[in-house]
């Protein structure tokens, strides 16, 4: 009896770590960063609003530049916390580098699992030299 429930555990703990490792290789796979910017290009300056940033910019893992995208809360006049968090939610973001972040956006992106990181710079510099510390 007690073999059968030793079987089980080791059975259950092998399957935990299995579950973890391929977790955590699809999470580093997958990795996105999005950056609040003045402009559309990789090397634009970080914004010093992220809400109200004219562009938002992506990338991957590697710091290889994805995409930018036009900030479609940039001129609502309220629930832009709401607008920027879904989007980079949308988009896959697990982290976003700004220069601030107002109190609300910071709750909400808590709640999506978005981590912060608050630097100042050129997007493209910025996200390298963060990639290279990880």
Known sequence: MKEMKYGRTICFC???VLLVALASGVTAETMKIAVPATGSEKNA?????????????????????????KNPARDQSG????TVVALLSDKG???????????????????????????TGTADDTVKAIIQKQ
């Open 14 to 16: 092998i399957i935990v």
């Open 45 to 69: 300056l970080i914004s010093e609003e992220t809400g109200r940033a004219p562009f938002f910019l992506f990338f991957d893992s590697k710091g290889h530049f994805l995409e930018a995208m």
């Open 93 to 119: 973001v697990n982290i976003i580098i700004a220069g601030s972040i107002g109190d609300k956006m910071k709750r909400t992106l808590t709640v999506h699992n978005i981590e912060i990181v608050y630097k």
């Open 79 to 82: 629930g832009i916390s709401r």
